[in-house]
């Protein structure tokens, strides 16, 4: 399904140089106020424009376009799945480095920075892990001893080579789970408890001083009735903040930003307020995954400009709050899409009841959306007062 004639937008010429501050430029290129690209735009407030990025499709000899995207686009680079549990180490002690060594040295090569992810979440674990505590050949005692290996050994590998770790991921429940109670989540709380938690960071920066390390989760954009028993952004703040006062190395909290537009979702001044709250607690944060999917409605499939129109303006407003509220916080250091062409992205794959898509800067065919022009003019007239320099964050020890 191809929905480009209606997708696709048009140029936007906008008189720019005059306006451009000098904020020096990192990541491998000095600042060329020239260069309208995300990566570049982003640089002059210190600000990191990252992609989630698909290994199939950066080896697809026939997709070049894929591959100039991320590198002329973005100044930092995730691995999609790459750096993922089963991807790594689909047979016990066997590790697999090709895709995750191949995204680090698509990253060196282009002067980009890497995130990593994950290194602890109940998904997309590999079988022989989940199976051995299930028939009971891993006990408590040995699957902890696991975790600490698998940490060690990723971090290790990768030391001085990553900026940001994704250390756990998504530890916390959700109001509509059961119970409806917030609490800790999945697999590795029912096995080893909630400590794993603090563990996971400490290993971690056992294993790499300087990496910066990050507890990312979804649905934390911006608090809500406050309670921790309901409010999860409340109940993650409280959580990090209690891992702090206990000595834990956490440098940061991503909030994914996995939005729809059939959601209210939330204005600026929410999100930049939640941002805020985690910044007064000393740590960093980031925007880790962003996408803003759409219901794929008959009329949108059919083409009809009428349902399509408001869908792509939604989801660039969207995108919109969440960048304004980034750049609006000294210590948002980094801004990732997950995934930037509807080609390649997850959303339709995963949500499929009722179908979704429209979730990124880019359409199939490559041509960049309502968001991308959005996100693109966010760039260019933001500055002082209200949009600052990033604060740089030392790795806690």
């Not at 048009?10 to 690209?37: E, K, M």
């Not at 016990?92 to 979440?121: E, P, S």
Request: net charge negative.
């Amino acid at each position: 399904m191809l929905l480009r004639r209606w997708i696709a937008a048009g140029v936007v010429a906008v008189a720019t140089v005059g306006v451009l501050s000098t904020v020096p430029a990192t990541a491998g290129r000095p600042h060329d106020p020239a260069d309208q690209s995300l990566r570049a735009l982003g640089l002059r407030h210190g600000l990191y424009v990252g992609t989630a990025v698909d290994t199939a499709a950066l080896d697809d000899p026939d997709d070049p376009r894929y591959r100039e995207i991320v590198r002329d686009e973005f100044s930092s680079v995730t691995a999609e799945n790459a750096m993922k549990w089963e991807s790594l180490e689909p047979t016990r002690g066997r590790y697999d480095w090709a895709a995750a060594d191949k995204i680090v040295a698509t990253a060196q090569r282009n002067g980009q920075r890497l995130r990593g992810h994950v290194l602890v979440w109940h998904n997309q674990l590999p079988t022989w892990l989940t199976d051995g505590v299930a028939d009971g050949s891993i006990d408590k005692a040995q699957l902890r001893q696991i975790l600490r290996q698998h940490i060690t050994t990723v971090v290790s590998r990768y030391r001085g080579k990553i900026w940001q770790w994704d250390v756990v991921n998504e530890a916390v429940s959700d109001p509509w789970d059961d119970p409806p109670t917030l609490h800790y989540k999945g697999f590795w709380a029912q096995h080893l408890g909630p400590g794993y938690v603090a563990d996971a960071f400490r290993w971690a920066r056992a294993a790499d001083p300087k990496a910066l390390l990050f507890y990312n989760d979804y649905n934390i954009e911006a608090f809500g009735s406050g309670d921790p028993a309901d409010d999860k952004t409340q109940f993650v703040h409280d959580m990090v903040r209690d891992l702090l006062a206990r000595g834990v190395p956490i440098d940061g909290v991503g909030s994914q930003g996995h939005l729809g537009t059939q959601y209210g979702n939330f204005d600026t001044f929410q999100v930049a307020d939640a941002l805020r709250r985690f910044a007064k607690l000393g740590l960093a944060t980031a925007f880790t995954e962003v996408d803003v999917r759409s219901q794929l409605t008959e009329g949108v499939r059919a083409g009809v400009p009428d349902e399509i129109n408001p869908r792509l303006q939604a989801s660039a407003a969207n995108f919109h709050v969440l960048l304004q509220a980034c750049l609006a916080e000294p210590r948002c250091l980094s801004f990732t899409v997950w995934g930037f062409t509807d080609r390649h992205s997850w959303v339709p794959g995963w949500f499929d009841d009722p179908p979704e898509g429209l979730a990124t800067l880019y359409d199939e065919n490559y041509q960049p959306k309502r968001a991308y022009q959005t996100v693109k003019a966010d760039l260019i007239f933001a500055g002082p007062p209200y949009v600052l320099p990033r604060v740089t964050p030392r790795p806690r020890r």
